[in-house]
């Protein structure tokens, strides 16, 4: 696996190739019971999360989808990212300041052509552009706080995909 360049991203990917069948390897994650994660399948994706004992506000989950391959062997989609909640309501306020901000540009540009004073229009604007900074700098903490989580999701992966090795020897 090569390491991606983390600085900017806040959810960071990764793919495996592994020899494995890809059943073997979702029956692998089906069998692991090991605490204190929590192991959930649907399909051909994988959700490794912590129990809630462990899980604090920038807890991560580790996503997997685990595809065939077609000349054998199977490939594995990782996904590191928060709570999907926690994301969701980021989302939501990134895209409540994008629209302010759009809408202090409108009615800024307004104000200007009618002659009238429009320049708190564009101090809110300014301060649209610091709490998207703001937001950003939250995430990147959140990020921080949650890379010792991050480091166990995947030691637990590899752990659990090196079965096949393990019970060789």
Do not use: C
């Amino acid at each position: 696996m090569k390491p991606l360049p983390n600085e900017i991203v806040l959810r960071p990917r990764f793919n495996l190739e592994r020899e494995e069948d890809k059943e073997v390897l979702l029956k692998y994650f089906e069998d692991s019971t090991e605490s204190p994660y929590v192991v959930k399948r649907i399909d051909d994706h994988v959700f490794i999360k912590f129990n809630s004992k462990e899980t604090h506000f920038w807890s991560p989950q580790l996503h997997l989808e685990i595809i065939e391959n077609e000349s054998g062997g199977s490939k594995v989609h990782g996904l590191f990212g928060p709570n999907p909640t926690l994301w969701t309501f980021f989302m939501f306020l990134h895209f409540g300041v994008a629209t302010f901000f759009i809408i202090f540009g409108i009615w800024a540009y307004s104000s200007a052509a009618l002659n009238k004073p429009y320049g708190w229009l564009l101090g809110a604007m300014g301060a649209m552009i610091v709490l998207w900074f703001l937001f950003y700098f939250m995430g990147r903490a959140g990020k921080k706080k949650g890379r010792p989580q991050m480091q166990q999701l995947h030691l637990f992966l590899m752990k659990v995909i090196s079965r096949k090795e393990a019970s060789q020897d």
